[in-house]
């Protein structure tokens, strides 16, 4: 098969690779539909995380199933299915509360820029449509399988409710997936920290009231100057800097929440400053399955349309260049087609 | 008046001090009916705070009002007052959202071991009771005031619920009331962290089904075996360290709860951590007055009695022996008689 092998900051490259195998008898094998690079695959590919030994990349995937395990009887060859980059058994304790991302046999998913890809977990974690969707709701689909399910748990980490005044720190396709959940979620007010022009557009049309272009210091005190001065009820962080989440938090009013999803990287939250804040803080990677169906609906009846947010579409085999359109910002997320 | 200063760590003396006057109309003057030390007035007592000038001490009161200011209307002189150490208006908006210790007019209490004290925001502050109690409840509607309050809050905020399996870390008054609340709140397994024998005796006496004397590394996977594997719903962290708060974040299942009402000293929270942990973190200084009503009812009616967290009672002219015996931790809480 063919699939993307990070070989150092910067080297992506797509290669002829071994085809996947059933090596557990609760694995599945898909045939890949469609696949995307994430902002998180940017943090090795900038050097901002040890790259080691070269290794596939890639977590997110949705397709057909080719192959089951003997213990797979969830989903069956040819059916078509959505799943998460964090694979479940959604049956230990973990699953049972709701973190099916903590799942006591979860196996993050590292080799889904490729044409097959075996997934683990098999029975737990994917989800099978009905029938083969039409292709235009593909992109959505595959957002669901991440960026959607993220920003779905942001806005649930943040308690975001009828009526909720929302802001969302990060206009990455996460953050843009954030505003979807925020509106889907009755949110009455969702302002959105972005400085670029085409960002602010879809947050727009994702449903964002009101965009603030500043940042740090000066884009709290926007906040605070939105909010009647004492702050959101919800922030949604998305990026995972020490800089984005000092800014979350200062954004929240007393009692407020923040859900964030962005990794973070050499993040250190000030316990005393949290104290006196009393905001509530909730994150970590997205339980994805536990909206799963909910998100699928979604997609599928119409109301919401987070794969707008793949604004560049590449074969497979220019998975390097989409890589590269992401770490200069030219594009939001890059869609990959086998 | 007489009133307890703090002039250096070590050394707090009662003094005769300037009778206390209204000074704003939203004030009030009550006679102390009793008063306290606080696990928090042992910082600068040990001179892990900076002292200052000599000041007064004291957050914690219960009296009746003598005199109140011409916009005061909801207590009258005569009339027998429980409050919180700190005062709200409970009108502004962060009162509105049930944050009265965030409130956007709010003082801290600072001046209470004395036997006369001036309210700020008396209005919004004070409940009465609807007749002078017995003076028996007077030592658990003294609690009502700070620590019943704050390990309410704890519990509040760890999302304890009928059911929950509860960790309490720190067996001060504070770690004692929590199981108190947890209790009240219906937990089926509350299981205390302590290493001294009378407080373990209180500790299961308010409701306490196990004990856990091993800290640390040693403490969370005493916890863990207690809980399947994966750790507790809801942890109240009721100490401030930043030892305790790790410990606590361990304690905690993925996607349970840690309310954390120890005022920290030197935490940081690493967030790489809490977020793989999927842990939800909320504190603050207690939204005392939120509870109040519901707390003075609890503890009128009998079910529940945190006024046993008092294990040594002293003239307020003792106050230091009061001071001494909690530092040498001789002593729980030390109630002071004016």
């Excluded at 609760?26 to 890949?32: G, L, V």
């Excluded at 230990?92 to 099916?100: E, I, K, L, V």
Aim: proline share 6%; net charge negative.
């Amino acid at each position: 098969m063919r699939g993307a092998v990070i070989h150092a900051p910067g080297d992506v490259r797509v290669e002829t690779l071994e085809d996947p195998k059933i090596r557990h008898s609760t694995d599945a094998i898909i045939r890949t539909a469609l696949t995307c690079v994430c902002g998180s695959d940017l943090w090795p590919y900038r050097g901002l995380e040890p790259v080691g030994d070269p290794h596939p990349m890639g977590h997110e995937y949705i397709g057909v199933v080719e192959e089951v395990g003997s213990a797979v009887t969830a989903v069956t060859p040819g059916q078509f299915v959505v799943g998460s980059f964090a694979t479940s058994d959604n049956t230990c304790a973990n699953c049972r509360n709701g973190f099916p991302s903590n799942c006591l046999h979860r196996e993050f998913m590292s080799t889904c820029q490729a044409d097959h890809v075996r997934i683990p977990n098999a029975q737990g974690t994917l989800v099978a449509t009905d029938h083969v969707p039409g292709e235009e709701f593909w992109p959505s689909l595959l957002a669901v399988s991440d960026v959607m399910g993220t920003g779905w748990w942001a806005a649930d980490a943040a308690g975001v409710r009828p009526g909720s005044t929302v802001v969302v720190v990060g206009d990455g396709a996460v953050g843009l997936c954030g505003i979807i959940a925020a509106q889907q979620l009755g949110a009455e007010r969702i302002i959105a920290m972005s400085r670029h022009g085409s960002r602010q557009e879809l947050a727009r049309e994702f449903g964002a009231t009101d965009i603030v272009s500043e940042r740090g210091d000066d884009g709290v005190a926007r906040i605070k100057d939105l909010t009647g001065g004492i702050g959101a009820d919800s922030v949604l962080e998305c990026v995972g800097t020490a800089e984005a989440m000092r800014q979350a938090l200062r954004c929240a009013r007393p009692g407020g929440n923040v859900g964030f999803v962005g990794v973070p990287h050499e993040v250190a939250v000030d316990g005393e400053e949290l104290f006196y804040s009393h905001v509530g803080l909730r994150g970590g990677p997205a339980p994805v399955r536990r909206h799963l169906p909910d998100l699928i609906d979604r997609v599928l009846s119409g109301r919401i349309d987070p794969g707008k947010v793949f604004d560049l579409t590449l074969p497979l085999d220019q998975v390097a260049e989409g890589y590269r359109a992401m770490d200069e910002r030219r594009a939001i997320k890059a869609l990959l087609t086998p």
